[in-house]
């Protein structure tokens, strides 16, 4: 049974920092690409960074240089590191699982976590 289960939301103030977490289960974590996308309320659900099978990441222009993207092979993890935090970035944050390659659409994600709130507010 495949699982992708978030952790690491919660209520942070702008300019403070968030580290989610990621655990994968019942597919080969090794072979497959690793995304986090995010939903605002009222909004599509949008990518925020993918990482490839040999660890190359990629960023949306509006978290460049603030978030960071990394896995452990070795605990079936993928973190999203959130640095710098502004009202916008509020949302359900989402890890996804793709065979191959990254992609910045939603649907071509086979495997999608439940879900991590956050929320960034004064």
């Known amino acids: 049974q495949v699982q992708l289960v978030e952790s690491g939301g919660g209520l942070v103030q702008p300019g403070g920092s968030l580290k989610l977490s990621c655990v994968a289960s019942?597919?080969?974590?090794?072979?497959?690409?690793m995304a986090w996308f995010r939903q605002a309320p009222g909004k599509e659900r949008e990518p925020v960074a993918g990482?490839?099978?040999?660890?190359?990441?990629f960023y949306e222009d509006s978290v460049k240089g603030r978030f960071t993207i990394s896995r452990e092979i070795a605990k079936n993890t993928v973190y999203l590191q959130m640095n710098s935090l502004k009202p916008d970035d509020t949302g359900i944050y989402y890890c996804?699982?793709?065979?191959?390659?990254?992609?910045?659409?939603?649907?071509?994600?086979?495997?999608w976590g439940q879900g991590t709130q956050v929320t960034v507010s004064s």
């Open positions: 996804a699982a793709r065979e191959l390659t990254v992609s910045r659409i939603p649907g071509q994600y086979g495997y």
């Open positions: 019942g597919f080969a974590f090794s072979n497959y690409a």
């Open positions: 990482i490839q099978r040999n660890d190359i990441a």
